[in-house]
C-alpha cells in the first residue's frame, strides 16, 4: 500500500487542480521530494453540484469547502487547497490557515466579443457574472448593461461566451494565468476603478490545528506578504460577514513594514457606493482590517444594509 508524505484535497475543477499541483510542486522542491509522495484528493462540493441558483441562494461562501474540510476533520486528507476568495471568515473547529503561497495578479479580466472594453460595450449589451461583487461593480460602471447570472467553472462560462449567450465575461485574472489562459483576456480591470474580492488571486491551504508534521512541511511555501495581506482582507469580510450576499471589495497592499488598505461596499444594483482607506503596521493587519469594516459600517449607515446585508 502506497505511503503518501501528504495527501492533499481539493476540488476537481481545472483551476482547483492546477493550483493543487502548484502547491505540490512548492512542496516537492522545498523537501526534495518526488511526485509520488504526494497524493492528490479530489473532492466534489456542494457548490460543484449546484449550478441552478446563485450560491447566496443555497448557502454561501461555504459551499466550495464543507466537503473538503470534513475530509480534513475526518484525517481522510492532510492538507486542503483553496483559492483564497472561496474561504469563509469563520473555520470549522479543529482547522486554520496554515499558510497562503505569494499572490498572483489581483485584478479582475474582461473578456468581451462584441467589443474588447468593458466600457464600450453597446448599450444593453448582457455580461454575465456570478460574483455581485462584480455585477454589482458592472452597474456602477454601466447601468445600462443587462447583468445576467453566470455560472459554472471556467471553462463552461468560456464555452457560453462562444456560444454567444453573453456579449462578454469577467474573470480573475490570476485563474485565467494558472490556466495559460492569459492569452484570451481582452482588458484588464484596474483596481483603482474595479477593486478585487478579498483574499483573490492568492491561494490558500487549509490544515488541523496542531499537527506538527503538517505546519513543518508547509512553513518554506508559505508567503509572509502574501498573509499579513490576506489577514487585513479577511478581518475587513469578517467585521462587514461578508458572503455571497455581499457585494464588497477589499485590497491590502504591503509597503515595507506597513499595510495600506482600500476597501468598499456596494449596493447591488451599484448605485450606492462606500469606500473606506486605512494604513497600518504590518504586525496589525487584523486589526486594521476589523477597524476599517467598523468605519465603513458606520459611514454607510444601518439604512443601506437593510433588505440586503
Not at 504526494?38 to 456542494?46: A, D, G, M, N, R
Request: charged share 25%; glycine share 10%; with cysteine.
Amino acid at each position: 500500500m502506497q505511503t503518501y508524505e501528504l495527501r492533499i484535497g481539493t476540488r476537481g475543477s481545472a483551476l482547483a487542480l492546477a493550483q493543487a499541483h502548484e502547491t505540490r510542486s512548492r512542496l516537492m522542491a522545498a523537501h526534495n521530494l518526488p511526485e509520488e509522495a504526494f497524493e492528490i484528493v479530489v473532492i466534489t462540493t456542494s457548490g460543484d453540484r449546484i449550478l441552478d441558483r446563485p450560491l447566496a441562494e443555497a448557502g454561501g461562501k461555504g459551499l466550495f469547502t464543507k466537503e473538503i474540510e470534513e475530509a480534513l476533520l475526518n484525517n481522510r486528507i492532510d492538507i486542503a487547497v483553496h483559492s483564497s476568495k472561496d474561504m469563509p471568515t469563520q473555520l470549522p473547529e479543529g482547522l486554520e490557515l496554515s499558510a497562503f503561497l505569494e499572490r498572483e495578479d489581483v485584478r479582475d479580466a474582461f473578456i468581451g466579443r462584441q467589443s474588447a472594453i468593458l466600457e464600450e460595450l453597446p448599450h444593453g449589451a448582457v455580461v454575465g457574472s456570478s460574483s455581485l461583487r462584480r455585477q454589482a461593480l458592472i452597474r456602477r460602471i454601466r447601468p445600462d448593461i443587462d447583468v445576467v447570472m453566470f455560472r459554472g467553472n471556467v471553462q463552461t462560462r468560456l464555452r457560453k461566451l462562444d456560444e454567444g449567450q453573453v456579449a462578454g465575461t469577467l474573470l480573475a485574472t490570476a485563474g485565467l494565468r494558472r490556466l495559460g489562459l492569459a492569452d484570451i483576456i481582452t482588458e484588464l480591470l484596474p483596481v483603482e476603478r474595479f477593486p478585487p474580492a478579498p483574499g483573490q488571486g492568492a491561494i490558500c491551504i487549509e490544515s488541523r490545528i496542531g499537527d506538527e508534521r503538517v505546519k513543518a512541511m508547509l512553513a518554506p511555501i508559505g508567503h509572509a506578504t502574501t498573509a499579513a495581506a490576506l489577514t487585513c482582507e479577511r478581518a475587513f469580510l469578517g467585521s462587514l460577514d461578508g458572503s455571497c450576499r455581499t457585494p464588497l471589495a477589499g485590497y491590502a497592499q504591503i509597503e515595507g513594514d506597513r499595510i495600506v488598505f482600500n476597501g468598499m461596499i456596494l449596493t447591488p444594483d451599484g448605485t450606492e457606493v462606500h469606500e473606506i482607506e486605512a494604513e497600518g503596521a504590518i504586525n496589525e493587519a487584523a486589526a486594521l482590517g476589523a477597524k476599517a469594516g467598523a468605519r465603513i459600517r458606520e459611514k454607510a449607515g444601518t439604512q443601506f444594509f437593510e433588505g440586503w446585508f
